[in-house]
C-alpha cells in the first residue's frame, strides 16, 4: 500500500495551487515573448505582467502599482530592500533587526557589520515577543534602517508591525522601515499602509506560487538602488526580463490567498489547534514553545523533551508525515535553532523542538492520523533516552 | 535529508541492545544534553569477555545508529578486541555515515573508551595506567569551549582518521562548530600534528641501524623504565630484529594481567611516537 503524503511542512514551502498552475502554462509554450517587445505578439504577455502586478498591490493594498517589484524569491527581496535603502542613505551607518531574523536577512547583516556598519539586534522574551522598548531606545539619527519580520518562520509569531511604525516615526522619521513578510503572506491580511511601512516583501512558493518568484513593496517616498544592473525592466530596480510565467502564478497566488485568508483564519487555525491539543494532551513530555504569543494560524512549535528532534522527524518520515525540527542535527550546523536560543527555550526541550505547518490542503484525517501516531514514536524515543529519571519526573508532575 | 545508509536506517528504525545493566562491570558516557547528544553504555564483563552491553542515547538517527552497532560490536569480544575499535570501525560497520554526523560515531569510542577507562581504573595493579590517564588528563586543555572539546580529543580524532582540515575536525568532534572562535587553534593543533609527524618521518629515515638500537635503548632506560619503577616494575631490553623490539618485564609488571595494556598503550606508544611509527613491541618471558 502506498503511504499516504501528510505534509505539514508549510513554512517550508507548499504545493503550487492547481489554479495558479494552470494560470502559469500559457505563459511557457503560447505566450512567450518578451513584455517589452514592439509588437502586437508581446501584449498578452505585457498585459499578464500588469495583471499580475495589479493582483499584488490589492494584495498588500498598496496604493500604486508603481510600488511593486517582482523578484525571484524572499531573499533577493530583502537584499534589494536593505542594500537599496543603505546605498542611498550612505551616511548612515546604523541598522536595528531581531535576533529572530531569517537567515536570509541575519547573513546580510553580518556581512555589513564586516563592512562598517553597527547593527542592534532586538531581543524577544521567552514566548517569542519583541522587546519593543529595546528597540524604541535603540533608535537614533544616524539609524538608517529598522528591519523585522512580520511573524518567524520558526514559531509563527507576529511581530506588532504597526506599533513598531509608530515607534519609528516617532523617533527618527528618517528611518526606513523594512518589514520581511514572507511569514505571513497568505496567512493574515497585510495592508501596507495601515502598517505604515516603506519597504516589504514576499515570496511566492510559500502561498502556493511556485519557488524562483517573489515580490517586493517599495512605498513612493523610499527611493533604492537596483541590486541587479541592466535593463530598464520593474522601473529601473530590477534588471533582467521578467519571468512571466511565474510572475503570473504569483499574481493568482496572490488574488487565491486573499479570498482564502478568512479559510486560514478559522478553518487551517481550528485544524492547528486540533493537533497542538492533541500532541499537548496526549504526551507528557511536549511543551508549547511559544506559549500565549499571537501568531499565524497554521504554525504550532512544540519541545520535546529529553529526546532529539532529527529522530522524530526520521520517524514521522517513515509513516509520511513531514514536519520540521529546530534541532541542531537537522541544520547541518551544530547548534540549535538561533530563534528558540534566542527565546531561551530550555536546553532539555530546544533539541526536541517540532515545527508543524499547516495550509488549506491539510484535512481533519491528516491531523487525527498524526494525533494517533505521534504519541507512539515518541514514546519509542523516549524509551532510549539516558534520561529516565527526569522523564519519570515529569510524568508525574503533569499527572498531579 | 541527510543520505543515511540503509544499515543506519534499520539500526534507528529497530535499535539493539536499548536500556540499563543494573549492575554493570563498567559504564561509560560521552556527550551532554546541551550540546545535543549524549550516550550511556553499560557492559557487563567475565574473564576478559564483554558477556553483555546495553545503551541509552540521546541523540539523531545516526547517533542511536552508532550506539546500537556498537553494542553489536562488542558483545562476546575480548576487552583487548574491543580496545581496538575506534570511530572509524564504528562508522565503516554501519556503511558509512554523512561527513556532518561523523562526530556521532566519535561519541560512541568516546563513551566506549570512558566505560574501559572506569573498568581499568578499578583494577588496583594497573596504576601504571592510571597515572598514565592522570597525567594526560591534567595536561588537557578545552580548545572548544562550546562543546567542551579538549585538545587530546581533537589528537585523537586526527590520528585515527587522518584528518586534514578544521572542517574535518568539526565535523568528527563538532569542535569549531558554533560560534567558531576556535578555529584558529584547531588549525594550530592540525599543524603541529603533521609537522610533528613530518620530523618522526624525517628522522627516522634518518636513523641508521645502529642509531635506532642506541635510540630505543635510551628511550626505554630515560623514559620508560622509570615510569614503570614508580609502579614497582621495571623493563628491559632483549634484543631488536628490524621494527619489532623485543622486551622483559620484571617485577610487578610481569604477571600483572594488564601487562599486554602496559606494553602496547604505553611503551610501544612511546617508541612509535619518539623513534619509529612501524615499532611492534615484543614481550619475552
Not at chain 2, 552508532?66 to 572509524?88: A, C, F, P, Q
Not at chain 2, 606494553?263 to 617508541?271: G, I, M, R
Request: proline content about 3%.
Amino acid at each position: 500500500m502506498e503511504k499516504k503524503l501528510i505534509y505539514l511542512d508549510n513554512n517550508a514551502t507548499t504545493r503550487v495551487d492547481d489554479n495558479v498552475y494552470e494560470a502559469m502554462l500559457p505563459y511557457f509554450k503560447d505566450e512567450y515573448a518578451n513584455p517589452s517587445s514592439m509588437y502586437q505578439f508581446a501584449t498578452r504577455a505585457s498585459h499578464a505582467l500588469n495583471d499580475a502586478r495589479e493582483q499584488v498591490r490589492a494584495f498588500f493594498n498598496a496604493k500604486s502599482e508603481k510600488e511593486i517589484l517582482f523578484t525571484s524569491c524572499g531573499s533577493e527581496s530583502a537584499n534589494t530592500a536593505i542594500r537599496g535603502v543603505l546605498n542611498m542613505n550612505k551616511n548612515k551607518k546604523h541598522i536595528i533587526t531581531t535576533k529572530v531574523e531569517h537567515p536570509c536577512v541575519l547573513n546580510l547583516y553580518q556581512t555589513l557589520e564586516k563592512q562598517g556598519y553597527k547593527v542592534d539586534y532586538i531581543g524577544v522574551n521567552s514566548v517569542g515577543e519583541l522587546d519593543l522598548e529595546q528597540l524604541s531606545e535603540a533608535i537614533n539619527d544616524d539609524t538608517a534602517l529598522v528591519s523585522v519580520m512580520y511573524a518567524n518562520n520558526e514559531t509563527g509569531v507576529i511581530n506588532p508591525i504597526e506599533k513598531i511604525s509608530e515607534i519609528i516615526k516617532r523617533k527618527n522619521p528618517n528611518t526606513k522601515f523594512f518589514v520581511d513578510a514572507v511569514q505571513v503572506a497568505g496567512k493574515i491580511p497585510i495592508d501596507v499602509q495601515a502598517l505604515g511601512v516603506d519597504l516589504l516583501g514576499i515570496s511566492g512558493h510559500k502561498f502556493h506560487a511556485p519557488k524562483g518568484v517573489g515580490a517586493l513593496y517599495v512605498n513612493s517616498k523610499t527611493i533604492i538602488t537596483p541590486l541587479i544592473i541592466g535593463g530598464h525592466q520593474e522601473r529601473g530596480k530590477r534588471a533582467g526580463t521578467e519571468n512571466v510565467p511565474y510572475i503570473v502564478g504569483l499574481g493568482k497566488a496572490c488574488d487565491i490567498a486573499q479570498h482564502f485568508l478568512k479559510y486560514e483564519a478559522t478553518e487551517v487555525k481550528r485544524l492547528r489547534d486540533k493537533l497542538e491539543n492533541g500532541i499537548l494532551k496526549n504526551i507528557y513530555n511536549a511543551r508549547l514553545n511559544t506559549g500565549l504569543a499571537n501568531r499565524v494560524p497554521n504554525t504550532t512549535n512544540i519541545g520535546f523533551e529529553y529526546i532529539e528532534g532529527e529522530l522524530i522527524l526520521l520517524h514521522l518520515s517513515d509513516l509520511g508525515i513531514c514536519a520540521s525540527s529546530g534541532s541542531a542535527c537537522t541544520s547541518g550546523s551544530l547548534e540549535p535553532s538561533h530563534v528558540l536560543r534566542a527565546m531561551n527555550v530550555p536546553f532539555t526541550a530546544i533539541h526536541g523542538s517540532i515545527r508543524f505547518s499547516l495550509s488549506k490542503y491539510t484535512t481533519d484525517s491528516d491531523i487525527d492520523y498524526v494525533n494517533s501516531v505521534l504519541p507512539g514514536i515518541i514514546d519509542k524515543i523516549r524509551n532510549l533516552s539516558p534520561y529516565q529519571d527526569e522523564l519519570a519526573e515529569l510524568k508525574r508532575r503533569k499527572a498531579c | 535529508m541527510w543520505d543515511y545508509s540503509e544499515k543506519v536506517m534499520d539500526h534507528y528504525r529497530n535499535p539493539r541492545n536499548v536500556g540499563k545493566i543494573d549492575d554493570a562491570d563498567a559504564i561509560g558516557v560521552a556527550g551532554s544534553l546541551t550540546c545535543g547528544d549524549q550516550l550511556k553504555i553499560y557492559l557487563k564483563i567475565k574473564d576478559g569477555i564483554v558477556t553483555d552491553a546495553k545503551f541509552q542515547t540521546f541523540g539523531c538517527g545516526s547517533a542511536v545508529a552508532s550506539s546500537s552497532i556498537l553494542t553489536e560490536m562488542i558483545i562476546g569480544k575480548s576487552i583487548d578486541d574491543v580496545r581496538k575499535i575506534t570511530n572509524k570501525d564504528i562508522a565503516d560497520q554501519l556503511g558509512g555515515l554523512p561527513p556532518e554526523k561523523m562526530h556521532c560515531s566519535v561519541m560512541g569510542y568516546e563513551a566506549l573508551e570512558d566505560a574501559l577507562k572506569g573498568y581499568v581504573d578499578k583494577d588496583e595493579l594497573d596504576e601504571a595506567m592510571d597515572e598514565l590517564h592522570g597525567k594526560t588528563e591534567k595536561q588537557d586543555k578545552i580548545v572548544c569551549t562550546c562543546f567542551g572539546v579538549t585538545e587530546n580529543q581533537i589528537w585523537e580524532a586526527l590520528k585515527i582518521n587522518g584528518l586534514k582540515t578544521v572542517e574535518e575536525v568539526t565535523n568528527y568532534t563538532k569542535a569549531g562548530g558554533a560560534c567558531g572562535k576556535c578555529k584558529g587553534l584547531i588549525q594550530d593543533i592540525i599543524d603541529t600534528y603533521y609537522h610533528k609527524e613530518k620530523k618522526i618521518e624525517e628522522e627516522k629515515s634518518t636513523l641508521s641501524p645502529a642509531q635506532k638500537i642506541l635510540k630505543i635503548n635510551s628511550i626505554i632506560e630515560n623514559q620508560i623504565s622509570p615510569e614503570l619503577q614508580k609502579d614497582g616494575g621495571d623493563i628491559t631490553l632483549t634484543d631488536i630484529d628490524g621494527d619489532k623490539v623485543y622486551v622483559r618485564l620484571r617485577g610487578r609488571c610481569s604477571g600483572c594481567k594488564n601487562s599486554n595494556l602496559t606494553l602496547k598503550s604505553f611503551v610501544e606508544t612511546t617508541l612509535r611516537e619518539t623513534v619509529d611509527k612501524n615499532i611492534e613491541v615484543v614481550e619475552v618471558n
